[in-house]
């Protein structure tokens, strides 16, 4: 049953993708803009294109024939994946979802006007003009993305006047693709946040893993734990909400679903239609398939038949201070010598100042306090540094 996949993008998730498909036997190529991308040093082989460019896209689809096609980030001619389908092709989780979710004025319309789901109040800009207007109409504070953008590139708070020049030049610089145009929210008074990976399969049920509770900087993933402490009433509203989106966008395979926790109840945020990065806490060992084997598995159509929590978990972020063409790394002995805890260093060939460089894992009974896991995962990630 050896299937062919074309894995457009191949950072840190792609890489533990390539694994899990690995392990079980499937055919890998890996796709990015530069070489030695991390899933490419474990792939059976790799493309390296602009995958804005539709022609590229075209031309390394017709040379490899693949069965799948797995996107792993945003920035990608999506609109071609309706023709690959035609072809026979499978797009992951479809083409629907791939194009609808890479930018966020699709999937904030579907989720807000086609479904009725509860989420910020939001507008659109395309100038600086525009955005003054856009956040006037939805008040201060307020959160200006990029529609087109990965990681928190890109994205700002803005609180007076003063910020929003600021934010219009910060959004531009840190967008994906070739659309300039950003996403204005109203702030969301929310006292937590979750991710709730959400697995959706051919001819099984849709299946919920423990929600998975993240913390931020710069729009950016520092810490994740599962389970994140969550009201039966809210996870249900929740996985309510996933289920009625992830249907609506169609497709079997892993999507990651971005939720905010408030006192009036859940708003529907973000979705990535693939393994999302808070979901890195799965390689703790906290449920009996990590997402990465989750996502291969329905995209094959292997029946999943639970997701069952195992252990308490936490991952926390090794991050760059500095740029560099060959990156090393110290601590990782002292790590290593540690229970319940687990590093991977992601093999990518440059640092810059804030690049997620590596992870800390940390895991534990269920009985124990989430807490104290996130705190033991947060003290080692300290302990390795990224040298220049």
């Avoid at 790590?335 to 534990?364: C, E, H, Q, W």
Wanted: aromatic share 8%.
């Amino acid at each position: 049953m050896q299937k062919k996949i074309l894995l457009l993008g191949s950072g840190e998730l792609g890489k533990e993708f390539v694994i899990a498909a690995q392990r079980i036997g499937q055919k890998v190529i890996a796709v990015d803009s530069y070489e030695n991308a991390p899933a490419m040093q474990v792939a059976h082989g790799f493309e390296v294109i602009n995958m804005l460019d539709g022609t590229e896209l075209d031309r390394i689809v017709a040379k490899h024939q693949p069965d799948f096609i797995v996107p792993e980030i945003e920035a990608i001619r999506t609109e071609r994946f309706y023709d690959y389908e035609k072809q026979g092709i499978t797009v992951v989780p479809s083409a629907k979802a791939a194009n609808f979710t890479m930018n966020r004025k699709a999937i904030r319309d579907l989720a807000a006007k086609d479904l009725g789901l509860r989420t910020a109040n939001y507008r659109y800009a395309t100038t600086k003009e525009e955005l003054e207007k856009a956040v006037s109409e939805v008040e201060m504070p307020c959160v200006v993305k990029p529609l087109m953008s990965s990681s928190g590139k890109g994205q700002s708070t803005i609180k007076t006047q003063d910020d929003i020049e600021k934010a219009w030049n910060y959004a531009v610089e840190g967008s994906r693709g070739d659309i300039i145009e950003v996403i204005v929210e109203a702030f969301v008074n929310f006292h937590s946040e979750i991710t709730l990976l959400t697995v959706t399969q051919n001819n099984h049920p849709t299946l919920f893993c423990a929600p998975i509770g993240h913390r931020q900087e710069r729009g950016d993933y520092q810490e994740s734990w599962q389970p994140a402490r969550v009201s039966q009433k809210d996870i249900e509203e929740a996985q309510d909400m996933a289920k009625k989106v992830t249907e609506a966008l169609g497709g079997a395979g892993l999507f990651g679903v971005e939720f905010f926790l408030t006192d009036e109840g859940v708003y529907f945020s973000e979705l990535s239609p693939r393994p999302h990065d808070t979901g890195m806490v799965t390689l703790a060992g906290t449920q009996n398939f990590n997402e990465f084997e989750l996502h291969l598995r329905a995209i094959l159509s292997l029946p999943i038949a639970e997701i069952t929590l195992e252990k308490v978990g936490a991952s926390a972020v090794i991050l760059a201070t500095e740029n560099s063409e060959n990156p090393t790394y110290t601590g990782i002995e002292k790590v290593a010598g540690l229970t319940k805890t687990d590093f991977r260093i992601f093999g990518k060939p440059t640092s810059r100042p804030y690049r997620r460089m590596g992870v800390i894992l940390s895991n534990d009974t269920i009985e124990t306090p989430v807490e104290e896991v996130v705190e033991r995962a947060k003290k080692t990630a300290i302990l390795v540094k990224v040298n220049s």
